[in-house]
């Protein structure tokens, strides 16, 4: 079995391709660890968390907490003396006075840090004054939650036993029990852990370096690859009837296979959660891994008895269980699938679905155990271990950590034993390579885009997959729900009967309801300044002014028709109701970078196989030799491809025009694009038709840049799996990333382009 293992491993791991792809991994892993953590602004640099665990590493905790209070006391009074001398340095009797009446009311502060401040040798880890009040602040936060360990274990205690003596809370509703019992667990769970190996440190080291989603993410695109090059492509060469047909293939065979993706899974793990804590330690420092869990304020609520160290290997061991479970999916599907691409297209799917699960459903509502139990929740292991959460199950509270190893456990099981019975008793043992005769008339050389269209549209199946990718732009688009508020339907009535040019009759509607604005700030500023003049009490002029401050509350929507009507006066134009066209170029609710994901996707599966079809079956020798040549045929695959990308990219447009236009009415579609206020200084007044046409058209630049890559890929590596994996590292993460919350990765891919519409402005 041994033997077995070690064979299934070196097949992939031998290949110097698959290798180099490794090694770009773990580079790529090392760069967004670093990049995703750079200070921005004012927030401190990694180097100074490094220098703070290096100041306090042979100082106690009564020591730590002296220091790190001294200097925030000093950076507090430094600020405050800033504070002044910027007052006073900007001049004017208004300022003076407040700096005068700071320093006054700040006297002993003032007088105790002036004198230091002036002599500028003051910052300890930092090159300013605001980065230092940042880092020190942060720090406060840190080491006041990790010194107060024993006062939150005993409000935790003193919660049980209040909730035992007061009979008021003991109702009969399953919400009420559950709190009752969560209380009571949560008491249990607590009481045998004390402050005695606490040991404070900065935790931003360890929690980029175990909380990096951009490693998660290369992670699983690791297994993708490997579960590609292991079982799929052994089984579109027709081995596994053979395999199956030995003495050991039954079971020894797969059973090898699954261990491999395993061994796998932990080495890859291992590498890039290893690189993480290495380069985290350099980059921000690292504490002593011996001291307890309850160390780091972030996991200052955790339940679990262990020390950082043991923290990191059940973390470890939990991800590697995660990610196992995700290869034992793909092989399932390998096995059960006779395409190429199905795999791939199962796993995206069950990653979406559980992270749609793991982002939208609130915490609290009755489908929170989807969230809780889901792959991602499962998969970030510092919330898994570093926080307390109970599930309330049929009115019992069940431990979050407790409930996700054990289902865990289950599901590992069953997949494993899943995959043995497909292997065993499954009857699709090769992929197809073929399709059915296609019966039209052979033409050489007219229908020569026909024939190609055919082998990538039907033969490759990627009719199906543009169809599925349609289906979610669609839904995605007419998914939203686009209900206006009070004032946006104000300002869609008046807009809608100010449309167009500008008319006395407009003019003076615009003039009356200005007026009556008007009025009711006049009558605010009357009651406030018989306020003032003790004429009448605050109450009363509070109770006076209700009904003005009615009077304006559609004001900010007002002043929406203010800017066009003043622009109007200025430079001429027309009136237009803009709402609808700020939805569809992204200004509101800018749904481009989910449709640029999907696109993305969409592209890399269906055409990831285009240019290597042929070195499959090792026609491109044969095909060099005919009369169009190999570089016609690469021309018309080209073609096929674009015209499919064509429609792909016109679909969002299509579908989320239907969507927005049938609550926000689009008019005047020949009117300037200057006459949206957000466009007001585009360079060309270019008509709205005209400056959609262009938008749509810099969006087919993007998404044929998107294809050219993909082909070029699908062409230099030869191989759909290698493709697929690199299109999808290269184009899809970034924006997967992005989409995580981890917004400056857009700007690492084609969305700069493709949404350059929602950025003016």
């Not at 749904?591 to 269906?606: G, H, K, Q, R, S």
């Not at 949206?676 to 400056?691: G, H, K, T, V």
Request: net charge neutral; charged share 15%; proline share 3%.
């Amino acid at each position: 079995m041994t033997a077995l293992i070690q064979f299934e491993l070196q097949k992939v791991w031998r290949k110097g391709s698959f290798l180099r792809l490794m090694a770009l991994l773990l580079l790529i892993n090392v760069f967004f660890l670093w990049y995703l953590n750079r200070p921005a602004g004012d927030e401190p640099p990694l180097s100074a968390y490094k220098a703070v665990c290096r100041d306090i590493s042979g100082m106690t905790e009564y020591e730590k907490i002296a220091y790190i209070n001294g200097l925030k006391e000093q950076v507090d009074g430094l600020s405050l003396v800033e504070q002044i001398q910027n007052l006073y340095g900007q001049g004017g009797e208004v300022r003076n006075t407040l700096a005068e009446q700071l320093k006054k009311s700040n006297s002993d502060i003032y007088e105790k840090y002036t004198q230091l401040y002036r002599a500028g040798d003051y910052l300890v880890y930092t090159d300013s004054l605001a980065k230092e009040r940042a880092l020190l602040n942060e720090l406060y936060e840190e080491i006041s939650a990790v010194s107060g360990y024993e006062d939150y274990l005993a409000s935790v205690q003193k919660s049980s036993h209040q909730l035992g003596t007061i009979s008021i809370f003991r109702s009969s509703t399953s919400e009420d029990n559950f709190a009752i019992r969560n209380i009571v667990k949560s008491a249990a769970d607590h009481a045998g852990l004390s402050s005695e190996n606490i040991c404070w440190f900065p935790s931003k080291g360890m929690v980029m370096a175990v909380e990096s989603l951009a490693t998660d993410l290369l992670l699983l695109l690791s297994i993708f690859l490997f579960v590609g090059e292991l079982i799929t492509e052994e089984k579109g060469k027709g081995l596994f009837a053979i395999t199956r047909s030995t003495k050991r293939g039954l079971w020894a065979d797969m059973g090898a296979r699954i261990i491999a993706v395993l061994i796998h899974g932990g080495t890859v793990c291992l590498l890039l959660y290893g690189s993480n804590l290495i380069c985290a330690s350099s980059m921000a420092g690292m504490g002593n891994l011996s001291a307890s869990l309850q160390s780091l304020a972030p996991y200052v609520e955790s339940s679990f008895p262990i020390s950082l160290s043991a923290f990191l290997v059940l973390g470890l061991v939990t991800k590697i269980g995660m990610v196992f479970l995700l290869g034992l999916l793909l092989t399932a599907s390998a096995i059960c699938s006779s395409q190429s691409f199905m795999p791939q297209l199962v796993g995206t799917a069950f990653l979406g679905l559980h992270w749609g699960f793991y982002a939208f459903i609130p915490p609290h509502s009755h489908l929170s155990l989807l969230k809780h139990l889901s792959y991602f929740s499962m998969l970030r292991t510092g919330a898994l271990f570093g926080t307390y959460l109970n599930l309330n199950i049929m009115g019992f509270p069940f431990n979050r950590t407790s409930c996700s190893l054990i289902l865990l456990a289950i599901l590992l099981s069953t997949g494993i034993i899943a995959v043995l019975l497909l292997f065993r008793y499954g009857n699709r043992l090769r992929i197809n390579q073929t399709s059915r005769h296609f019966h039209l008339p052979f033409r050489p050389h007219d229908s020569l885009f026909r024939h190609e269209g055919y082998k990538i549209i039907i033969a490759n199946c990627g009719l199906l997959i543009l169809l599925a990718f349609a289906i979610l732009l669609g839904w995605n688009a007419f998914g939203k729900n686009y209900t206006p508020s009070a004032g946006e339907q104000y300002y869609q009535s008046m807009m809608l009967s100010l449309e167009g040019e500008l008319t006395d009759e407009k003019e003076a509607s615009i003039m009356a309801e200005c007026a009556r604005y008007d009025e009711a700030f006049s009558q605010i500023a009357q009651i406030d300044q018989m306020v003032a003049d003790g004429s009448i009490s605050e109450n009363t002029g509070e109770s006076m002014k209700e009904p003005w401050y009615s009077e304006l509350a559609f004001y900010p929507w007002f002043q929406r028709i203010q800017v066009q009507y003043e622009r109007i006066l200025s430079e001429g134009g027309l009136f237009i109701y803009d709402t609808g066209y700020l939805y569809l170029l992204g200004q509101l609710d800018d749904d481009f970078l989910v449709n640029l994901l999907l696109i993305t996707l969409c592209f890399c599966f269906a055409f990831a196989n285009v240019m290597a079809m042929e070195d499959s079956k090792g026609l491109w020798g044969l095909l060099s030799a005919t009369k169009l040549g190999k570089k016609r045929i690469v021309s018309y695959k080209w073609m096929v491809c674009n015209v499919a990308c064509l429609g792909i990219t016109l679909l969002p447009w299509l579908f989320r025009g239907i969507s927005i236009s049938s609550v926000y009415p689009m008019g005047e579609i020949w009117a300037g694009i200057q006459s949206i206020p957000q466009y007001r200084n585009f360079a060309i007044n270019l008509p709205l038709l005209l400056f959609i046409m262009l938008a749509v058209l810099s969006q087919l630049i993007a998404t044929q840049l998107i294809c050219a890559v993909v082909l070029l890929l699908s062409k230099w590596r030869k191989n759909y799996f290698q493709t697929l994996f690199l299109a999808l590292l290269l184009l899809a993460a970034p924006l997967a990333l992005a989409q995580m919350g981890i917004s400056i990765m857009r700007w690492f891919s084609i969305w700069p382009l493709y949404g350059w519409t929602g950025l003016i402005g």
